[in-house]
């Protein structure tokens, strides 16, 4: 008899789905035999700079040892946040991208008797670790297509473990002010830890803004996550981290994997803290593309969520999943967000200009099949 695999795992892994990320281009030029050097990947919020030139320089070092083990620790990288920042290095937990230092703070705190609470529209790895660690996710309604911060607040027990906040959300792209943020965890018991996930800070520019590492030393139960796959395009390279007070950071420091982030990763994240002209550079042309895009869409008359990213979730109607396709087929790839429960959306990644263009030629054209061009 056929043994049922499935069966034998854990409970809350059963009845979970992969994660679907954005479809490679690759995938796609194998697919429809397209050109893949004529295939534009807008799909998975990549910055369309390319990577850094003293990343670049450093990663090329970093391959002269691949023989080597990675520094377990990653002196460097941490020392260089540590003096980025203001904070201890022993206030640092790095990852293989901010993803896995998300699944080591739910691993590390919650538990099958916990409830994990975060918003709905909210990034999927927050339910998919909740879920995998048999803990209760408890989704509270967004407001807005954002996080609605006091029904968050309101949904704590005396069973929540852990809060997760994203600020910029993905895949809305809504942002809440230091303000709210404040008042926010001013309502949170101090036994609850709140997750901040900044994966996109970066591009936020106004002082109006939250910068959730100045927020620790008032509350000790935040943990700030961030990301170099972003604003700093170090995407292919997985390079996450999170920082805490040292009590936290000790706590996920002995579940965090052994060299879990290699020499490459740490060589080019290390250099490219020191390249503020790329990351200026990078938010110039986002700030410029989401505004190429965001006049392309109130001209065509398409509604959309004011975003504070690297992307922009516009509302197509219900068929979207045919105009995706549709844009497929002329070789450019966004992303359908009907899994996270927006099934009249599609997320943009901002691109460069001529990028932006040909998806908004593209665009309309997919509309116009469909019968709503305007």
């Known amino acids: 008899m056929a043994v049922d695999y499935q069966s034998l795992a854990v409970k809350g892994v059963q009845a979970l789905s992969p994660y679907q990320p954005g ?37 090329r070092k970093a391959l002269e040892e691949l023989c080597l083990y990675p520094d377990g620790n990653g002196f460097e990288l941490k020392q260089a946040l540590a003096n980025r920042f203001g904070v201890g290095m022993d206030q640092i937990t ?8 998300l699944e080591v703070i739910a691993r590390c705190f919650a538990d099958t008797e916990s409830e994990v609470v975060f918003s709905q529209y909210a990034f999927a790895v927050y339910p998919i670790v909740t879920q995998a660690i048999g803990a209760k996710g408890v989704p509270v309604p967004a407001k807005e297509w954002g996080h609605d911060l006091d ?13 997760f906040v994203a600020n910029p959300n993905n895949p809305t792209g809504t ?7 404040e008042s926010f965890l001013d309502k949170i018991p101090e036994r609850v830890l709140v997750v901040l996930d900044e994966a996109y800070c970066e591009y936020l520019t106004g002082e109006e803004y939250p910068d959730g590492i100045k927020l620790l030393e008032r509350y000790p139960n935040l943990i700030v996550c961030r990301t170099f796959s972003k604003a700093w395009g170090l995407a292919a390279l997985r390079v996450g981290y999170a920082i805490s007070s040292p009590a936290i950071a000790d706590i996920l420091n002995r579940v965090r994997q052994p060299f ?21 550079r990078s938010r110039e042309v986002n700030a410029a593309g989401l505004r190429q895009l965001s006049e392309a869409f109130e001209l065509i ?12 979730a516009v509302e197509v109607g219900d068929q979207a999943q045919g105009i995706y396709q549709s844009l497929l087929s002329h070789g450019v790839i966004v992303r359908p967000i009907a899994g996270y429960g927006m099934p009249l959306h599609l997320r943009v990644s901002v691109g460069l200009p001529e990028e932006n263009e040909r998806f908004l030629d593209a665009l309309s054209q997919s509309l116009a099949a469909a019968g709503q061009g305007g």
């Open 301 to 312: 008359g398409l509604p959309y969520i004011p975003s504070a990213g690297n992307f922009i």
């Open 94 to 101: 790095l990852g293989n991208g901010s993803n896995d230092v």
């Open 23 to 59: 479809k490679p281009i690759e995938e796609l030029a194998r697919e429809l035999g397209l050109n893949p050097a004529e295939i534009i990947k807008l799909a998975s919020n990549e910055n369309p700079l390319g990577p850094s030139e003293k990343a670049l320089a450093a990663a």
């Open 260 to 280: 879990n982030v290699d020499s490459v990763a740490l060589a080019a994240a290390t250099a490219v803290l020191q390249d503020e002209a790329y990351l200026n």
């Open 151 to 163: 029904a968050m607040a309101a949904a704590v027990t005396e069973r929540t473990k852990l809060v």
């Open 175 to 181: 942002v809440h002010t230091a303000r709210a943020i």
